[in-house]
Nanobody
Framework: QVQLVESGGGSVQAGGSLRLSCAAS????????MGWFRQAPGKEREGVAT???????TYRASVKGRFAISQDNAKNTLYLQMSSLKSEDTGMYYC????????????WGQGTQVTVSS
């Protein structure tokens, strides 16, 4: 059974930091490319940070320099270190997995809520 379980969300003041984790199981993690997405109330889901098959990260412009995506293949775990958080970073954060030869994300977690107050 495929599972992606996010954790680490919470409520923080603007300028604070959080580290999200996503524990993956039930599929060949090293064969998949991972990403973090978020959805704010009333808005569409958007990509935050992704890694390609070479491990190279890509960030949306608004989080560059503040967020860092990483992964521990030995633990099948994806991370998102978020610093200098802003109120506009508030939302539900999801991790997702896609076959590295495809463009669509096949597996999704249930999400973890991040709330940043100013």
């Amino acid at each position: 059974q495929v599972q992606l379980v996010e954790s680490g969300g919470g409520s923080v003041q603007a300028g604070g930091s959080l580290r999200l984790s996503c524990a993956a199981s039930g599929f060949s993690y090293s064969s998949y490319c991972m990403g973090w997405f978020r959805q704010a109330p009333g808005k569409e889901r958007e990509g935050v940070a992704t890694v390609d098959s070479d491990g190279h990260p890509t960030y949306r412009a608004s989080v560059k320099g503040r967020f860092a995506i990483s992964q521990d293949n030995a633990k099948n775990t994806l991370y998102l270190q978020m610093s200098s958080l802003k109120s506009e970073d508030t939302g539900m954060y999801y991790c997702a997995a896609r076959g590295c030869g495809t463009s669509w994300y096949k597996y999704w977690g249930q999400g973890t809520q991040v709330t940043v107050s100013s």
